[in-house]
């Protein structure tokens, strides 16, 4: 069975461009979770969907932050525009019926120069 | 809100020595808790999880966690540790009806011929 697909595996880009990721959760889950991971801060939850609908957004740095699930098998986190400090891996994750138990992609090394 | 505290941020043992991993949780009601291990450069696989009843918690790869309420604790722990143990780990408490999972800082796991 595919696990969760996360696309560009590796991004390196220049501040203020747009970056989009994307993520293809397990088919059948019905929970999708973006977290970012940094040294200094570890993993920090940005926003989940449940059932395509978000559900809490309250860990998106700012307004430049933006994620949307159009449908349950695809999601895109994006950054407008990029900064910097917008530099870490982002990991997408799912779940099925909200247990908790949640699978990870490989994640998305974020450089922005 | 829930958090986890990982007291421990770097751990070294010999190989074969025992391992015991702490972690610390804060939620107001009975948690479901979670231990996740990450190798360099990929994302976080399930170790093992509590949700309710048996306190003491087998995993894969022959770790095993114990929940004590009392102490608001969910301690990992190995007999005997193997060099293809070093890694990161993390803990994690889910609360909340999507549940929201919110993770601890991390140990890196050093192992020592």
């Known amino acids: 069975d595919a696990g969760v697909i996360q696309s560009p595996r590796h991004e390196v880009t220049e501040m203020g461009q747009e970056v989009t990721l994307r993520c293809k959760p397990i088919?059948?889950?019905?929970?999708l979770f973006w977290y970012r991971q940094t040294m200094m801060r570890g993993l920090e939850l940005l926003i989940y969907f449940n059932n395509n609908v978000p559900i809490d957004d309250s860990g998106m740095p700012e307004d430049r932050f933006s994620a949307k699930m159009p449908n349950a098998s695809f999601s895109t986190l994006k950054i407008q525009p990029s900064e910097p400090r917008d530099s870490a891996v982002y990991f997408c994750a799912s779940s099925f019926r909200n247990t908790g138990e949640l699978f990870f992609g490989e994640g998305s090394r974020l450089t922005v120069l | 809100a829930q958090s986890v505290t990982q007291p421990d941020i770097h751990i070294t043992v010999s190989e074969g020595a025992s391992l015991e991993l702490r972690c610390n949780y804060s939620?107001?009601?009975?948690?479901?808790l979670f231990w996740y291990v990450q190798s360099p450069g990929q994302g976080l696989q399930l170790l093992l999880k509590y949700f309710s009843g048996d306190t003491l918690v087998q995993g894969i790869k022959g770790f095993e966690a114990e929940f004590k309420r009392s102490q608001s604790s969910f301690n990992l722990r190995k007999p005997s540790v193997h060099w293809s143990d070093a890694a990161e780990y993390f803990c994690a408490v889910g609360a909340g009806g999507y549940q929201k999972v919110t993770f601890g800082i991390g140990t890196k796991l050093q192992v020592i011929p």
């Open positions: 939620y107001g009601a009975t948690p479901y």
């Open positions: 088919s059948g889950h019905n929970s």
